[in-house]
């Protein structure tokens, strides 16, 4: 089936009010008028980079699990089988869209000399992307190596506004020496723009939020919108009204669930600051306001916003 679009609205198209700045998702709208629908899909999937680091390993990583294969197939080639009982179960449904590479190892992390035994964990968050052994300092000439995702971004990644992006969970507000003689550094970050620079991981999903929609406007715009406690749709409803009288009908419907998203994401960061902010205890007093007590919710907002990011195509390098 040919699908011919009538005006053409760029990829970059951005929704801006005061204090905000909204990223549109692809849109059949966006590409060039007598172009086919496939190729429309194929423009709105480019190849992305999402790289997660489980830092202390899982239950079930041991000899049992292997044997259970509880985080591998149970047989390889492109049929391969995955059990009830494996931890990889719920991928059945994108199976044919997956390559499970097992038996690895992250090797320069292990101890090369005497005095390094013992601070595995330290070096491993360092190299899982760089794949280089970490200079032991607990001063600041530290050396490691420029991670992977950082290398996709410098040669994939120069074409969005943001060229990767980094999260956390973990408190990661150290400064100095960590134990077993190295830099807290080396556990701070999984990316590294050289040898000699790990980059920070955002933590707060209220930072994460306003790095993807609340860059509009001067730094008073800006402030002025934090302080009104209105959406940040609020603030773009007459131009969002204005653009989708411009759509057809497939691409109003795919806007208004993107729009339903970001408002619903917004929600629930609002709620959590809400409650930490109220006075009542909390379980980890020294996190920002807009990161959940719960490590689950935590969790959710944190991949939520990421997909968002990758939909909005603001970056498509994330660790």
Known sequence: ???????????RTFIRGVGASVALPFLDAMSPAGRLRAWNRA??????LVCIEEVHGLAG????????????????????????ESALAPLRPFQDYLTIVSNTDVRMA??????????DHFRSSAVFLTQSHP????????????????????RFGQDTPLPSMQFCIENLDQAGGCTYNYSCAYTDSISWASPTE??????????????????????EDRALRRRDRKSILDWIAGQVAQVQRELGAEDRRRMDQYLTNVREIERRIEMTEAHNTSGEAR????????????????????????VLALETDMTRVIS
């Not at 423009?43 to 992305?48: G, I, L, S």
């Not at 292990?110 to 601070?119: K, N, Q, T």
């Not at 200079?135 to 950082?150: E, V």
């Not at 980890?284 to 935590?298: I, K, L, R």
């Open 135 to 154: 200079k032991q300092t607990q001063g600041s000439d530290i050396y490691a190596g420029t991670s992977l995702d950082q290398m996709y971004a410098h």
């Open 283 to 306: 379980d980890m007093p020294e996190a920002p306001a807009g990161v959940p007590d719960s490590f689950t919710e935590h969790m959710r907002l944190m991949f939520d916003l990421q």
């Open 43 to 48: 423009a709105a999937a480019p190849t992305r």
């Open 110 to 119: 292990e101890a090369f000399s005497p005095p390094e035994i013992g601070g």
């Open 61 to 84: 990583c041991n000899d049992f699990g292997a044997s259970r294969f509880l985080y591998a197939p149970a047989t390889t080639g492109r049929d391969f089988e995955i059990l009830d």
């Open 198 to 219: 790990p980059l920070p991981m955002i933590r707060d999903p209220r930072v994460a939020f306003d790095m993807l929609f609340g860059a509009g406007g001067s730094a």
């Open 1 to 11: 089936m040919h699908f011919i679009t009538g005006k053409h609205m760029h990829r």
